[in-house]
Structures are given as structure tokens and as C-alpha cells.
């Protein structure tokens, strides 16, 4: 059974950094993209940053230029370095792949604020 696992989250300032990480298990994760989506109260399911398994990237432009998404394929797990967050980063932040992008993680809560 393929598992996505987050971690990393926490509580941060404005301006502050946190990585997180998603451990996958299997060859699924080898052979697609993998992806990081956000979800704040009360708005819609976000997509933030997707790594393919070229190790093409993109990034919402709302993320660009703070966010680095990674993967190690021999450690099965992708990263989403943040930097500078803004309190309107605040999100439970989930890993998506394989096929289709058919898995989900339960998600890791960030929170910014002072």
C-alpha cells in the first residue's frame, strides 16, 4: 500500500524558515511528479509547488522566489524548503503523487505569525 507521509510543520515568525518533508514508499515515487498543495480555513485546495521526476519544477507565483521543492529519489521523500513566510502561508500543507496523482498525505500544519 503506497503511504505519503508529511512532516516538518510547526509554529514560525514572519520571516522565518521551516522544511518540510515527504516520505513516500514504493516505486511510485520514482516515476512521477510529486507535488505540495495548501489548504487555509476556508479556502480552496492550493497547489504550491510541483517537482517532476525530471526534476522540472514550478511554483505558484504567489511562492516564487521563497519556496524550493526537492526530491531525493534514494531516500524516497521530497522537501519544500520556505523561506521568508508570511502569515499567509499559515496551511496544513499536503504531499500529492503518483499516477494521476492519485495519493495523498494527511498533511502537516504550518503556522505563521508573531
Known amino acids: 500500500q503506497v503511504q505519503l507521509v508529511e512532516s516538518g510543520g510547526g509554529l514560525v515568525q514572519p520571516g522565518g524558515s521551516l522544511r518540510l518533508s515527504c516520505a513516500a514508499s514504493?516505486?511510485?515515487?520514482?516515476?512521477?511528479?510529486m507535488a505540495w498543495y495548501r489548504q487555509a480555513v476556508g479556502k480552496e485546495r492550493e497547489l504550491v509547488a510541483v517537482v517532476r521526476s525530471s526534476g522540472r519544477t514550478n511554483y505558484t507565483d504567489s511562492v516564487k522566489g521563497r519556496f524550493t521543492v526537492s526530491r531525493d529519489n534514494a531516500k524516497n521523500t521530497m522537501y519544500l524548503q520556505m523561506n521568508s513566510l508570511k502569515p499567509e502561508d499559515t496551511a496544513v500543507y499536503l504531499c500529492?503523487?503518483?499516477?494521476?496523482?492519485?495519493?495523498w498525505g494527511q498533511g502537516t500544519q504550518v503556522i505563521v505569525s508573531s
Open positions: 500529492n503523487g503518483g499516477p494521476m496523482g492519485i495519493y
Open positions: 514504493g516505486r511510485v515515487f520514482k516515476s512521477y511528479a
